[in-house]
């Protein structure tokens, strides 16, 4: 299952991408400009960024599309024109068709995308009728925009009561009630983590998996985030106080880190054989 792509991180401090850079320089807030390009305006997006506007013409460009996936939840395919992904300089100067996404499910922000993929699995999406929204953001954390209005695609996806997977484009035909990631198969190692005041419990250590197990992760925050599991491209949202959980097979040799976007903590680090 496909997701924004990150680089590996070299520890905490370094968060999500793997260096210092890929997150917004001391001293500078979101919405400050390091770049010339464009206009940065005084109007939001509705997410709070402040818009940076271009010319129609040449303009970045994005479209978004689902589909169920084999086995749990929906795959996302963002569609791009004039406009490439940069997580190493995320953080610096706006530069022309370049940055990252913002996925948004009624609303509210699910990720920060690096990549044209994203898995969303079927537990954060409630039976009925939802907007997915993905928004394009330079460098330096503004918003993409064309008429004062921000660069983003959008898609209604319909999670029926039936398992995803059984029918295109997000919409299924109601049976079933739709099952949790951890009912695709029993989970060979179950890991339980508590995020709070920004310390993890237990202390990050390393997990040891043998090649085709299964995991499941339960994560507790007590802020909304974001879970990211590198090398595997499986992310999952984390509401605030409440116990989350992502199950993955280990079919990946190697040592992969799992970490928060927002508060950029490793939690455990996967060493599988």
């Given at each position: ?74 795959n996302l395919q963002l569609t791009v024109k004039n406009f ?45 009728a939802h907007t997915l929204t993905v928004r394009l953001y ?49 989970a060979d190692r179950t890991v339980t983590i508590a995020v ?78």
């Open positions: 299952m496909l997701t924004a792509a990150l680089l590996l991180v070299g520890g905490a401090a370094a968060g999500c991408g793997g260096r210092a850079t890929t997150h917004h320089k001391p001293g500078t807030s979101h919405e400050q400009a390091t770049g010339s390009v464009g206009t940065l305006l005084d109007a939001q997006d509705p997410a709070g960024h402040r818009l940076r506007e271009v010319p129609a013409e040449g303009a970045p460009q994005v479209q978004l599309a689902a589909r169920p996936d084999s086995e749990d939840g929906w490439r992904f940069t997580p190493d300089s995320t953080g610096g100067a706006a530069l022309p068709g370049a940055g990252h996404a913002h996925l948004e499910l009624d609303g509210r922000k699910l990720a920060r995308l690096y990549g044209p993929w994203f898995h969303l699995p079927a537990a954060q999406a409630s039976e009925g330079a460098d330096d954390h503004t918003a993409w925009a064309v008429a004062g209005k921000a660069i983003e695609g959008t898609f209604e996806l319909t999670a029926g009561a039936a398992t995803p997977g059984q029918a295109g484009h997000g919409h299924t035909p109601p049976s079933a009630p739709p099952s949790p990631p951890s009912s695709q198969g029993p709070r005041d920004g310390k993890v419990t237990p202390p990050p250590g390393r997990t040891e998996l043998r090649r085709g197990e299964r995991l499941a992760l339960r994560v507790t925050s007590d802020r909304a985030d974001t879970l990211h599991v590198h090398g595997y491209d499986k992310e999952l949202a984390l509401p605030a106080g409440q116990e989350a959980t992502l199950v993955l097979t280990a079919d990946r040799t190697g040592l992969f880190e799992v970490e928060t976007h927002e508060s950029r903590l490793v939690l455990t680090q996967l060493l599988v054989r």
